[in-house]
T-cell receptor, first 112, second 115 residues
Framework: AQTVTQSQPEMSVQEAETVTLSCTYDTSENNYYLFWYKQPPSRQMILVIRQEAYKQQNATENRFSVNFQKAAKSFSLKISDSQLGDTAMYFCAFMIYEKLTFGTGTRLTIIP | GAGVSQSPSNKVTEKGKDVELRCDPISGHTALYWYRQSLGQGLEFLIYFQGNSAPDKSGLPSDRFSAERTGGSVSTLTIQRTQQEDSAVYLC?????????????FGDGTRLSIL
């Protein structure tokens, strides 16, 4: 069975600082996709960044980047120059055979 | 709007009643997914459609849950004889195709409360 673990239920950081959210997963498959989604209080899940497991290069999207360690089954998200609008729940997710499996989330608060 | 639309936004019903939740995907998106998010939990996969077919129904928690999709567009998730443990936010997502190369776009969800 596939599992995703986010070991930090809550985090907070000062505005403009850098924060890293951790995620580990477990699978016996070799080809899959990894995602970070953001869920603000509005409830809508917003895709932040995506990584294909067969690509060694870490994905980046503006202030968001990942550290993907396939052998260690680790997929952390780094947010640089954090902004107040980054306050949200962040979910790590992993997709195989059309099924997205999510972690339990990290509640991130950006402090002004 | 151009996003995934779900209705109703909120639904309160009595235990034992049937409910129908609706999802209108982004136009042209062939894949459609249903998830459930219980309080304080991550999302739990329920079912997905490719066109009108549902190749994977393994996530449906019991035979009280069913879903259909017609015309390759709108989907309804039906819960019969609702129980209190069915209380959750039900999220729908759609994508251009299957496989993780096409990102899933989510709606705002339906918050279901069973009294």
């Amino acid at each position: 069975a596939q599992t995703v673990t986010q070991s930090q239920p809550e985090m907070s950081v000062q505005e403009a600082e850098t924060v890293t959210l951790s995620c580990t997963y477990d699978t016996s498959e070799n080809n899959y996709y990894l995602f970070w989604y953001k869920q603000p209080p509005s409830r809508q899940m917003i895709l932040v960044i995506r990584q294909e497991a067969y690509k060694q290069q870490n994905a980046t999207e503006n202030r968001f980047s990942v550290n993907f360690q396939k052998a260690a089954k680790s997929f952390s998200l780094k947010i640089s120059d954090s902004q107040l609008g980054d306050t949200a729940m962040y979910f790590c997710a992993f997709m195989i055979y059309e099924k997205l499996t999510f972690g339990t989330g990290t509640r991130l608060t950006i402090i002004p | 709007g151009a996003g995934v639309s779900q209705s109703p936004s909120n639904k309160v019903t009595e235990k034992g009643k049937d409910v129908e939740l609706r999802c209108d995907p982004i136009s042209g998106h062939t894949a459609l997914y249903w998830y459930r998010q219980s309080l304080g939990q991550g999302l739990e996969f329920l079912i997905y459609f490719q066109g009108n077919s549902a190749p994977d129904k393994s996530g449906l928690p019991s035979d009280r849950f069913s879903a259909e999709r017609t015309g390759g567009s709108v989907s309804t998730l039906t819960i019969q004889r609702t129980q209190q443990e069915d209380s959750a936010v039900y999220l729908c997502a759609s994508s251009l195709g299957t496989g993780g190369s096409e990102p899933q776009h989510f709606g705002d969800g339906t918050r279901l409360s069973i009294l």
